[in-house]
């Protein structure tokens, strides 16, 4: 975050809202963590039991940063799904019952006193990331999280790019393979059908149906759609011919994707985050970057920058910090 | 072009530099041709004798238009292949014989004792359709030109976007068809393998000699990658069982393309140009429009638009002289 002389000392809060867990943190200026709480989301409750808990979240980490909320300049909350990042409606939110055209901002501001900013999850952590992460000093990124599904967020110019619907960022369903597996969405061929770790499972465990060799410790015991990212690090690191089989491939259209961004937009850099990029690393990358870097259509000695994500857990609600501190630093002029 | 008061009676020129011909236009700054002119390129005569021709076509249109050169204020120049839009080089321009770093604005401002700024051809068509052309009232728009290849520009909040390598737009080279056809770049299963004209040709040719039912006339009297779109046209309208197929397959590609690029940058409108869009018109952009809002993650009440170019041939020659304009009214505080 970069402090203005009369900003360096507020405070702010980042609020990741996810379907299973709320994070919130108190943050500097400077973009250093000063407290933090997590709970439950219990997203059966409702909308207006999961803003409550939103609320609560947001006390609980002034209190761990020694503040009152009072002392907050401004909040910013990342939701999953699209919404109005103006008028902080939530449009809808995958896997939270009953969130259609939820005014969260507005909620969530009058329970606090505070100005409150709302933006996609992902969109956040890839600005998180932009601003305190992977991506410092860079003006042009594109953030793309690998998880059981997978996630992305466009900065342009040193902005996200939100689009005229306010639905930018979907890396994970540009199609890449035409035609090709079925994805969670009801399409087809899409990103997230071919390289998401609900992918990697479902092929994994057709592989080890029809009897191919493996080491995946524990496939049996774990319930479909549970297999971690540790597990599949692990399986590639002690030489699992089928997982790296799996994951080779997921890889290879990881890379292709990134080549069509690439072409397509050009930016600085791809920052990868999400589970399987934390437990596997440069082993997940490397590969990645070699055929993303083959199927660039303009070969040039600076080519685009692959990188990890660097900030783990923490990339939204530093990036939801980012968003209260830059509409504050609009509206206030400063 | 927006006119200023100071620069309403000025005048532009714009260049298209083709592969075999070179047009170019003298433009007011109300965005109307007043004189053209039209040269062949002679490519194989070399970047010195070729930058010649372009000052020759550029006094020619200015003739043309009643004026002399001396009266134009900036000119504006597309270039095909990839360049330094900022110096005006060259890197590289397919189908130009030892274009290879050829300082191409330099050249020919001294040339002509005139501004001069160079842009990527395809960007400038692009240009051209937002600012005069079918993307009129837009800010946010991708150009996607279908012809012997694929080419594309990228506008967002009203301005080219050009890159971080200045190879932005290059939407015939995002990956569709993982493991596909080979494209001319020496890849595969980009969008360009499986829908540019050169694609439907060696798919049309394919299923003629294997023995398929076709109505294409004259196929065999074409030799093999000059078929045109007009023959391509004419064979649809005709009912021609083959060729439907084929261009029936491309549109498939050309919809589930469309969705990625608005799943991932969610622009207002794709403007889609060359020479198949001219002959088939919506006969070709109605399927595509089909099956890119199938595959849009986020279905909303405004789905982007997609429509045809509007400026044909002049698409290019309209944009160089955008550019033009834009710069000298930065550099002139205008």
Known sequence: MTGTRSGAKRRFIGVDMGGTKILAAVVGADGKILGSAKKRTKAESGPANVIARIGQAIHQAARDAGISVSEVTA???GAPGPLNPHTGV???????PG??????????????????????????????ELVLGAGRGTQDMVGIFIGTGIGGGIIIDGKLRSGTRHSAGEVGHMVVAAGGPYCGCGRQGCLEAVASRRAIERDLRAGVASGRENLVNDLDRVDPGQLTSKVLARAC?????????VIGRAQWYLGLHAASIVNLLDPQMLVYGGG????????????IRTVAQQHLIHQTSTPVQIVAASLGDSSVVLGAAVIAQRHWATASGS
Chains 1, 2 share one sequence.
């Open 75 to 77: 909040v910013g909350v």
């Open 90 to 96: 939530v449009f809808h939110a995958p896997n939270l």
């Open 99 to 128: 969130w259609e055209n939820v005014p969260l901002g507005q909620r969530l501001a009058d329970e606090l006193d505070l100005p409150v900013f709302v933006e996609n999850d992902v969109n956040l952590g890839t600005l998180g």
């Open 237 to 245: 690191r002690v030489g699992c011919p089928l997982t790296r089989q």
């Open 276 to 287: 399987l990029v934390e437990a596997m690393g440069e082993a997940l990358l490397t590969p």
